[in-house]
């Protein structure tokens, strides 16, 4: 059955952890581990809050975050959400064939993917290619030439890192446009070209939207991440601001997009973008934790099984290295959710194959007993598992396949 997430939870039952976790464990008790779990009314005020975050502005659904078509689906039947920001070509593709309005968050090098968006007029309308620079369409030309495939519609991506004073470029390594003069140069660049369209243009904040800015323990740490934030936002402003204005005395612009999960208010704030990007926070993973001005509900969770007693207090889970993106660390590896009071063990932590834990919680399991862990930041649960088994009010409501359920693995 298709999920409805257009209304708010009224209960919070994940405020009271020995409540929640029993009640998962208890509903998906029918289901072998792995099993990752959906709660249903965390999901519904996920997608309700983000959309009081961004105080009006559109949201477009970063895929990439989700990776589960049907709730994918569910989301885009929220008022508010409008169109997607999918992760490769390929993935967009096959998104095409029930949605529309995709953009491509990276640039593609897939030959056979650009070969089937150039050969056909429906996909070609509803795609978007990002771009950084005219190698970009020296590539597609190559593999297709304008007279033999239809016109490419294209989002040019300007760098969104601050160049700070002292600390040099902050953010992470995306596009090499980074002044209004450079955005300029490109769109012209593309204007001249026959077969393209210049109809987006793209800068994501990833030093403000990835950046949790009290992070556990370290007072001193957040007040210079909220500073650098803060600089950064402002700086950003004024220069998307002006790169938008130039682009657009070259092409009509349909479209800009900023921002993620961690900056919906920074970037509504920003009167030249038309949409927002938000994926992590659906699902509502621990790396959220440490934000100041929000903190979403944990929505999905997965569970493992206790497979061995290495030690009295020591149980040890069959997976569990399930890890984030970006640079390798505690704060991109799954979290112990249920029971409290269980520690990975330090020299191995989540592995690929097994996972030791221990604690005063440690000592009460026993083979076969599930323990609950939450995923870091965004899609990484749903490349582990086949399907998603939604729970509201006590029981397994639906089973949503993920794309490797489907049988997709785009990257």
């Keep these: 059955m298709a999920i409805d997430l257009s209304v708010r939870a009224d209960a919070t039952p994940w405020l009271s952890p020995d409540r929640y976790w029993p009640a998962l464990t208890e509903a998906t008790s029918g289901l072998d581990t792995p099993v990752a779990a959906l709660h249903l009314g965390a999901l519904r005020h996920n997608t ?24 994918i689906e569910a989301i885009l039947a929220v008022p508010g959400y409008r169109g997607l920001l999918a992760y490769t070509l390929a993935e967009a593709l096959w998104l095409a064939r029930t949605m529309t309005d995709i953009v491509v968050g990276y640039p593609t090098a897939d030959r056979g993917a650009i070969r089937s968006l150039g050969r056909s007029a429906e996909l070609a309308g509803q795609v978007t290619l990002m771009v950084d620079s005219l190698e970009h369409l020296d590539f597609i030309d190559a593999v297709l030439p304008p007279g033999r495939r239809e016109s490419i519609r294209l989002c040019l991506e300007l760098d969104a890192g601050w160049n700070a004073p002292v600390l040099g470029h902050v953010g992470v390594r995306r596009s090499p446009v980074h002044t209004v003069g450079e955005a300029r140069a490109l769109a012209a660049g593309i204007a001249a070209r026959p077969g393209f369209i210049l109809v987006g243009l793209m800068g994501y904040e990833a030093q403000v939207a990835g950046v949790g800015d009290r992070p556990a323990g370290k007072p001193l740490e957040g007040l210079s991440i909220r500073w650098m934030r803060r600089r950064s936002s402002e700086e950003l402003c004024a220069r998307r601001a002006a790169a938008v204005t130039a682009v657009r005395e070259i092409a009509n612009l349909e479209f800009v997009n900023g921002g993620g999960t961690g900056s919906l208010e920074s970037t509504h704030d920003d009167a ?3 949409d927002i990007a938000a994926g992590s926070g659906f699902f509502g993973g621990h790396l959220f934790d440490h934000y100041s001005t929000f903190r979403p509900a944990p929505a999905a969770a997965f569970a ?22 970006g640079p390798a660390g505690p704060d991109r590896t799954p979290r112990l959710a249920w029971p409290e009071g269980l520690a990975f063990v330090p020299r191995e932590a989540a592995g690929e194959v097994q996972s030791p834990v221990t604690g005063a919680a440690a000592v009460r399991l026993r083979v076969g007993d599930r323990v609950w862990l939450r995923h870091s930041k965004s899609g ?32």
């Design 48 to 71: 309700v809050d983000l959309l009081s975050r961004a105080a009006g502005s559109p949201i477009r659904v970063a895929t990439k975050s989700i990776r589960v078509r049907g709730v």
């Design 272 to 274: 030249s973008v038309t």
């Design 304 to 325: 493992l099984s206790v497979v061995r007693k290495p030690t009295a207090a020591t149980a040890t889970l069959l997976g569990g290295g399930w890890i984030a993106s």
């Design 380 to 411: 990484e649960p749903s490349e582990h598992v086949n399907e998603f088994a939604v729970v509201d009010d006590g029981r397994v409501v639906d089973l949503l396949p993920t794309y490797r359920g489907e049988g997709k693995a785009f990257l």
